[in-house]
Nanobody
Framework: QVQLVESGGGLVQPGGSLRLSCAASGSIFGINAMGWYRQAPGKQRELVASIISGGSTNYADSVKGRFTISRDNAKNTVYLQMNSLRSEDTAVYLC???????????????WGQGTQVTVSS
């Protein structure tokens, strides 16, 4: 019902930058928030950054001051600008869209396929 397509991952050296994009399509009228998660081998999936419809943002402590999440409402696209990248940022980054249905009291998450970010010299 909701399709998320990520792009922008790749290989960069420490200190470099990347910008990830997530384009949403389908039945997006019920989406209340979007965000980026990441998952590295042997580690739990971690919320990196999120943005709600009103524009408020939230960041994991490990990326504050280095990453910026933003949106383009006309294009139904969310971005993650990643600066000063470190080796520990290496992970699969997944786009997330959250639907909150207050009538039936549930939340549902949609996920993209993920894009690999590798930070290495």
């Amino acid at each position: 019902q909701v399709q998320l397509v990520e792009s922008g991952g790749g290989l960069v050296q420490p200190g470099g930058s990347l910008r990830l994009s997530c384009a949403a399509s389908g039945s997006i009228f019920g989406i209340n928030a979007m965000g980026w998660y990441r998952q590295a081998p042997g580690k739990q999936r971690e919320l990196v950054a999120s943005i709600i419809s009103g524009g408020s943002t939230n960041y994991a402590d490990s990326v504050k001051g280095r990453f910026t999440i933003s949106r383009d409402n006309a294009k139904n696209t969310v971005y993650l600008q990643m600066n000063s990248l470190r080796s520990e940022d290496t992970a699969v980054y997944l786009c997330n869209a959250r639907e909150i249905n207050t009538d039936y009291g549930y939340e549902y998450d949609y996920w993209g396929q993920g894009t690999q970010v590798t930070v290495s010299s």
